[in-house]
Nanobody, 118 residues
Framework: QVRLVESGGGVVQAGGSLRLSCAAS????????VGWFRQAPGKEREFIAS?????????YYADFVKGRFTVSRDNAKNSVALQMNSLKPEDTGVYYC??????????WGQGTQVTVSS
């Protein structure tokens, strides 16, 4: 069973950057598709970005983060990172990573808080 732990959240001013990390234990994360999601106060959780399993490196992004966020793998560290640049106050929320071995994301981390001040 894979266990996921997010880190790197914090408080940053608008226009700043943060780098989140999703570290896995238990199994090799490269065999899973990994997605990043976020949940703002009072809103439903939403998809941000994902990377497919294996070494191809195909990534997908929600329109509202394209050009600002980048998802990447570090297989040596068995982790997936989310680099967030040009942050906006509306990016505030709890950020989660999730792994998908089959057809749905069924392995989730505990989340990390990101707060962007204006």
């Amino acid at each position: 069973q894979v266990r996921l732990v997010e880190s790197g959240g914090g408080v940053v001013q608008a226009g700043g950057s943060l780098r989140l990390s999703c570290a896995a234990s238990g199994q090799t994360l490269s065999t899973y598709a990994v997605g990043w999601f976020r949940q703002a106060p009072g809103k439903e959780r939403e998809f941000i970005a994902s990377t497919v399993s294996g070494s191809v490196g195909t990534t997908y992004y929600a329109d509202f983060v394209k050009g600002r966020f980048t998802v990447s793998r570090d297989n040596a560290k068995n982790s997936v990172a989310l680099q967030m640049n040009s942050l906006k106050p509306e990016d505030t929320g709890v950020y989660y990573c999730a792994a998908k071995g089959g057809s749905k994301y069924d392995l989730w981390g505990q989340g990390t808080q990101v707060t962007v001040s204006s």
